[in-house]
Each structure stands twice: as structure tokens, then as C-alpha cells.
């Protein structure tokens, strides 16, 4: 694994998804084989696999400092082509102090991770006027989960930590995305956990080589999406969860 301090010279940048997308590292250790943020690549010139580098911008939170000041209030999504939350958050710190800034100024915030390191950060979220924390899970199957998202943490931990959060008040949703194999369990797994479903087909069949050689080929096609997503949305809204199929 290599990992590097850098100095980046902005932080907030122009999202499609919300006003803003602010990502405090470049790379991911989490290493998802279906990880589309690996286009990332090519803009920061590693050459590396996808999950073997991380670069920390030591500076996010000084950056941020001062483009609040001087942008137009808008949603933040922490993060968008990395996890916040990856490990070396625990050392480094940065999401944090990112996170107090916006807070502080009363941006709105949406978190979107696969770590329970979340939960460190839960006196900053609780006092927060408008922040939601979304922790994507893709299938209710460790095995699969194994498989695709070889450096993340456990479904378990997911899904605990959603719980956490939830029964703290913090508004909480779960991002099925993609929809793996084993994903019609996580309705039973999430009852009374979070306030919403998404789910999206997200196939940018960067991991088509993964499902061929475990035999799930069929997972791959429109009419799996088609069909365990209806019923998966099916599944949440009988829980008692609201859930978007976004197709
Ligand atoms: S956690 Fe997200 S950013 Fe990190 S490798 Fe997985 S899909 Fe990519």
C-alpha cells in the first residue's frame, strides 16, 4: 500500500449528485471491484491498482476554511470517488475537521460510506442542523460482499452502525449500490434501522471480470437489476422503509 501527504490546492468541487462534492483523499483502500471513482487514475497519474494507494490531503480542512467563506451555501457530499471513512481516517483526521467546518457553518451534509468509523464522528453529526449519513450496502451475503468489496468492513459493522446512528437521531438511509447477489436479505436486516432505501444499478461493468470468475454472470444482466430490484423495493417499503428504485 502506498500512502502519501499531498497538499491539494481546492476542496470543494462541483458535484451531479448535490452542490458540492468534497473528498478529502484520492483512493480508496476499501477497493471495491466495481468502483467507478477508479477513473481517478487518470487524473492523478498512479499507476498503481485501484486500492493499493491513498493520497491524504493534509490541507482539506485549511482549504475548506477558506472556501466556505467565499462560496454559496450548498449540500456537501462527503465523499464521492473515496471513503471519508477509509482507515486512515483514524489517524489522519481530516474528514473530521472537514466535517466541523461545514457543520459549523450549517451546510447541509450528506455522508455516504462503507465504515462504522462514522460512528467517531457522531457528537459533530448529532448536533448537526441538516446532516444524514447513508451506508452503502450492496448485499446481505458476507461471502459475496467478500468478493467485491475486499477492503471494506464487514456487512455487520454496516449495518450496526446504521443502527447507531439511526437510534441517535441522525437521519440515516442505506445506498444498494449495485445490487449484488444476496441483496433480498437486507430488508430484514435493516427494519427499524434507517429512515430510507436507495437503490441503483450502478453498472459500470468494471467488475464484470469478478462476477464471471465466481459463476454469477446472470447478476451482471438488466433483467437481474430488473427484477431483485422490484422486489427488493418491494421488500423495504413492507418493512416499513420508503425506498427508491432509481433504475
Ligand atoms: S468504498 Fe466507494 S470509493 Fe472506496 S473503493 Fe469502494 S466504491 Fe470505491
Request: proline letters at 5%; charged letters at 25%.
Amino acid at each position: 500500500m502506498i500512502v502519501r501527504e499531498i497538499e491539494a490546492k481546492t476542496i470543494l468541487s462541483k458535484s451531479q449528485v448535490f452542490d458540492y462534492a468534497l473528498n478529502a483523499y484520492v483512493g480508496c483502500r476499501h477497493a471495491c471491484r466495481y468502483c467507478y471513482a477508479r477513473f481517478m487514475k487518470r487524473f492523478t497519474g498512479h499507476a498503481e491498482p485501484w486500492g493499493a494507494f491513498v493520497d491524504i490531503k493534509v490541507n482539506a480542512p485549511d482549504l475548506l476554511a477558506r472556501e466556505i467563506m467565499r462560496k454559496k451555501p450548498g449540500r456537501v457530499w462527503v465523499s464521492g470517488v473515496c471513503d471519508a471513512y477509509q482507515n486512515l481516517e483514524s489517524k489522519y483526521r481530516v474528514t473530521r475537521r472537514c466535517l466541523e467546518i461545514l457543520v459549523a457553518h450549517r451546510w447541509p451534509v450528506t455522508v455516504q460510506t462503507k465504515s462504522p468509523l462514522v460512528l467517531r464522528d457522531m457528537d459533530i453529526l448529532e448536533g448537526a442542523a441538516d446532516a444524514e449519513v447513508g451506508l452503502t450496502v450492496t448485499t446481505a451475503d458476507e461471502g459475496v460482499r467478500r468478493i467485491f468489496e475486499p477492503g471494506a468492513p464487514p456487512i455487520a459493522k454496516r449495518v450496526a452502525a446504521l443502527a447507531a446512528l439511526h437510534a441517535a437521531g441522525v437521519p440515516t438511509f442505506v445506498m444498494v449500490a449495485p445490487l449484488l447477489p444476496g441483496a433480498e436479505g437486507l430488508a430484514g436486516l435493516l427494519a427499524g434501522k434507517v429512515d430510507r432505501a436507495l437503490i441503483d444499478r450502478y453498472n459500470y461493468h468494471y467488475a464484470d471480470r469478478t462476477y464471471r470468475e465466481h459463476g454469477m454472470d446472470r447478476a451482471m444482466r438488466e433483467e437481474f437489476y430488473l427484477e431483485k430490484g422490484e422486489q427488493l423495493r418491494d421488500a423495504f417499503e413492507q418493512a416499513g422503509i420508503p425506498c427508491q428504485n432509481l433504475r
